[in-house]
């Protein structure tokens, strides 16, 4: 069954540093993976969504990822970190028909 | 193009009592979906709406928990009796089409609080 993990609950980084937020996939097929964005008091915004035609993603504000079959892997990355891109981060795949399975939830925090 | 609404957008009931979420999905889409957050876990899947059909109801956790979609338009998700364990966030999305690659499009959610 699809599955994803991402790696550390709460990650924080200085502004103007870069982003790294892990995230690794379980899939017996091959996969449709989302990174997903809450902003404070906010809903689900989409960043960006892996569907096979290219294995680098390139998403809103900045953000990229890269889908690496050998590592099973679908890092979420930004160069240079923002003040506003405080929030939490969720790596998702897609089971059965439309179907989605979240990841636990990456909190990211922006130092001066 | 309006996104998708919830209503309320905070809820504090007391154990025992009945509350009723209200989805409204993008206009002209089909699908709807319910999602829920419980006290910093996982966001997990409840439901999947085509048009007023269920599609998928395998992630409603009990039967106290009743979805509706009358003329695959708005949805309702009515939970009755509400016990302490419900609280959390509930997430309605909506996408014009179904597939996996399907994005789905997210509410700003109902934060239900049972004290």
């Known amino acids: 069954a699809q599955s994803v993990t991402q790696l550390g609950s709460h990650v924080s980084v200085s502004e103007g540093a870069l982003v790294l937020l892990r995230c690794n996939y379980s899939s017996s097929v091959p996969p449709y993976l989302f990174w997903y964005v809450q902003y404070p008091n906010q809903g689900l915004q989409l960043l960006l969504k892996y569907t096979s035609a290219a294995t680098l993603v390139k998403g809103i504000n900045g953000f990229e990822a890269e889908f690496k079959k050998s590592e099973t892997s679908f890092h979420l990355t930004k160069p240079s970190a923002h003040m506003s891109d405080a929030a939490e981060y969720f790596c998702?795949?897609?089971?059965?028909?439309?179907?989605?399975?979240f990841g636990s939830g990456t909190r990211l925090s922006i130092r001066p | 193009e309006a996104g998708v609404t919830q209503f309320p957008s905070h809820s504090v009931i007391e154990k025992g009592q009945t509350v009723t979420l209200r989805c409204d999905p993008i206009s002209g889409h089909d699908n709807l979906y319910w999602y829920r957050r419980v006290m910093g876990k996982e966001i997990k899947f409840l439901l999947h709406f085509v048009k007023e059909s269920k599609q998928d109801e395998s992630g409603m956790p009990n039967n106290r928990f009743l979805a509706e979609r009358t003329g695959g338009t708005y949805s309702t998700l009515k939970v009755q009796p509400a016990e302490l364990e419900d609280s959390g966030v509930y997430f309605c999305a909506s996408s014009p089409g179904q597939g996996r690659q399907e994005t789905q499009y997210f509410g700003p959610g109902t934060r239900l609080l049972v004290l």
């Open positions: 998702a795949v897609t089971r059965g028909a439309s179907k989605i399975i």
